[in-house]
């Protein structure tokens, strides 16, 4: 497995491959170009780049304006912005006509770090995933980034594809990243006593979590639910029917994330014991990454501690 | 130049709105009835359009970005053949195509879902940039509120049209001076909007959005500007037409009853 990227980067060389087969592929930036690293597709194409300065909610509604004239748009912003500040133009515009329209967003969650709680979202993949056929994506890694932006890209419709700012661990080889399917999870280590469930930077986590959990004799499932929407119900099922326990694990708040989408299901169709790992009810604020994780309850750690409550029943 | 058969139109439409928001018994008649020569003379002479092929590519669109007109809109595009009139009964109840706010995809003619204020016009500068972008001749019009100015988008996207010199858009807002609360001036002063838009790089035409000689000289000049986009400030009266409620901002978004909607008919010059 390589280095360490962060999911940014594989969204612009996805972009950047994306440019030369799709020459309706048109990309929206809100003076972040360096930041979201759309500035590769600026580069690149510049002909099908526009920077349409810090004001996100004109970027969402020309982004609807250019898809309903048979472009395929990649609109990013911070996640924060994105999300928050242009909710209804994503809801409105892009949701209710369902047009395509890719909402890349990056410099999501705790990991942002120095910059504080103004810019650390822990809301959108709560309030995407309220928006009828939004499609959300949340990646694990950069080689699952750049095959699922290519899949948003090349499937109808509005997506939310949540992406990071921090450097995070290879998972996926290049081959298995471009098996991943919308509407499904992956299971990337089988286990019968308990499954975490994990999106994002959290399945790096929950795997070291699990490795440490072996060690102990707790045999641990690990899915990473790249997709929080639409939702593998049949793999939620199967771990829930197998292996009686589940905890979550977000980078996000706990109130309306993958948490919630996972309890929505369960409760109704397997009600199973659960633990969520994620943001609780709080703002963040200044710190390290690792810092912030660990001071927020968001490593591989809170996870060990979490499948053992679970264990104890 | 006869002007005759298009006031014969707009007022027909304008019959069409009162029966329209009468048999729905909910809607937005005051607001229609200023917008019902702007969009006559839009749809029965400036626009390229054809309602036998309502999706042809090089089409001119028109975005009601102040969607609560919507009735106006659905009478005139049924006026010009996109739809049955009869149709018109059916707005806002249960399944039917006549949205209370316009929805995309639902009839043909309606180029965007609008009536969330100020998204209209923003997805309008999308579209004249994908024209742009391609080398498309289809004009963008995008019809404005006066009221709806003081929304923030419009003004994120009258920057970005006039930074990108979208010369393929015409917006036209509909300067009735009135909305929900009473009078824009009162309510929250957005005036000067010429010099507002002057600002951000349009070139700013004044007219007579209730007289067909003005209306038309107006979109004939925004034609011709290049290089930025322009927009037409047409003055015009809520509720024009219908003696008790014009300048009356009570009927912004209330339905008349029985004998209000014949009276209104018949100063219309229409028959119930």
Redesign the interface.
């Known amino acids: 497995m390589g280095d360490k990227k962060a999911t940014r980067e594989a969204y612009a060389e996805a972009l950047v491959e994306l440019g030369s087969e799709r020459p309706d592929l048109?990309v929206l930036d809100a003076d972040l170009a360096n930041s979201t690293m759309t500035g590769k597709f600026r580069d690149a194409y510049p002909?099908?780049f526009?920077d349409?300065?810090i004001?996100e909610?004109?970027m969402?509604?020309?982004?609807?304006?250019?898809?309903?004239?048979?472009?395929v748009v990649c609109a990013s912003s911070f996640a924060m912005f994105a999300t928050g500040r242009a909710f209804?133009?994503i809801r409105?515009?892009i949701g209710?006509?369902h047009l395509n329209v890719k909402v890349c967003a990056t410099h999501a969650g705790i990991t942002v770090g120095e910059d504080g709680a103004t810019h650390q979202t822990f809301e959108d993949v709560a309030i995407m995933r309220t928006i009828p056929g939004m499609t959300v994506l949340d990646p694990s890694d950069a080689p699952s980034a750049k095959a699922l932006v290519k899949l948003a890209v090349n499937t109808d419709g509005p997506f939310y594809v949540r992406l990071g700012r921090a450097k995070v661990p290879q998972l996926y080889t290049d081959e298995a990243a471009a098996a991943l399917k919308i509407g499904k999870g992956n299971v990337l280590r089988d286990g019968t006593d308990c499954t975490v469930i994990a999106a994002g930077i959290m399945v790096a986590e929950a795997m070291a979590a699990a490795e440490e959990l072996a060690a102990e004799g707790i045999s641990v499932r690990v899915i990473d639910m790249y997709c929080i929407k639409p939702l593998d119900e049949e793999l939620i099922l199967k771990a829930a029917k197998e292996t009686g326990r589940i905890l979550t694990a977000e980078e996000h708040s706990v109130i309306g994330g993958l948490g919630s989408a996972v309890a929505e299901f369960t409760s109704q169709n397997c009600p199973v014991k659960m633990y969520m790992v994620g943001q609780h009810d709080t703002f963040g604020e200044s710190g390290k990454p690792e810092e912030l994780k660990a001071k927020y309850g968001m490593t591989a750690s809170d996870i060990y501690k979490g499948v053992h409550v679970l264990m104890r029943g | 130049m006869d002007y005759r058969t298009y006031e014969e139109t707009a007022q027909k439409i304008r019959v069409d709105v009162i029966r329209e928001v009468f048999e729905a018994n909910s809607g937005h008649p005051g607001g229609s009835l200023s917008s019902a020569d702007i969009v006559t003379a839009l749809y029965f002479k400036v626009m390229n359009i054809d309602p036998e092929d309502p999706e042809k590519p090089d089409r001119d669109k028109l975005i009601f970005s102040k969607g609560h007109a919507a009735p106006v809109q659905y009478a005139a595009l049924a006026e010009r053949g996109f739809f049955p009139k009869e149709e018109l009964t059916t707005l806002r109840k249960l399944g039917t195509r006549l949205q209370g706010h316009p929805k995309m995809g639902a009839l043909p003619g309606i180029e965007m879902s609008t009536g969330s204020l100020g998204q209209g016009f923003s997805a309008a500068v999308g579209m004249a940039l994908a024209n742009k972008m391609d080398g498309n001749p289809g004009r963008i019009y995008a019809i404005l509120g006066d009221g709806e100015l003081q929304e923030g988008i419009i003004w994120e996207a009258a920057m970005a049209a006039g930074h990108y010199g979208l010369d393929g858009l015409c917006a036209i807002v509909d300067w009735n001076g009135l909305q929900i609360d009473g009078r824009n001036d009162d309510v929250m002063k957005v005036r000067p909007i010429d010099e507002k838009f002057r600002s951000f790089g349009f070139n700013v035409i004044m007219c007579d959005g209730h007289n067909f000689e003005s209306l038309f000289r107006a979109f004939d000049e925004a034609k011709e500007v290049k290089g930025r986009p322009s927009v037409i400030i047409a003055s015009t009266h809520k509720g024009q037409g219908v003696s008790f409620m014009a300048d009356d901002p009570g009927w912004h978004g209330k339905a008349p009853d029985e004998g209000q909607a014949r009276k209104a008919v018949s100063e219309l010059g229409g028959e119930w």
């Open positions: 048109v002909g099908r526009f349409m300065g004001a909610q004109n969402y509604g020309v982004a609807a304006g250019l898809a309903a004239s048979g472009k209804e133009i409105n515009s209710y006509t």
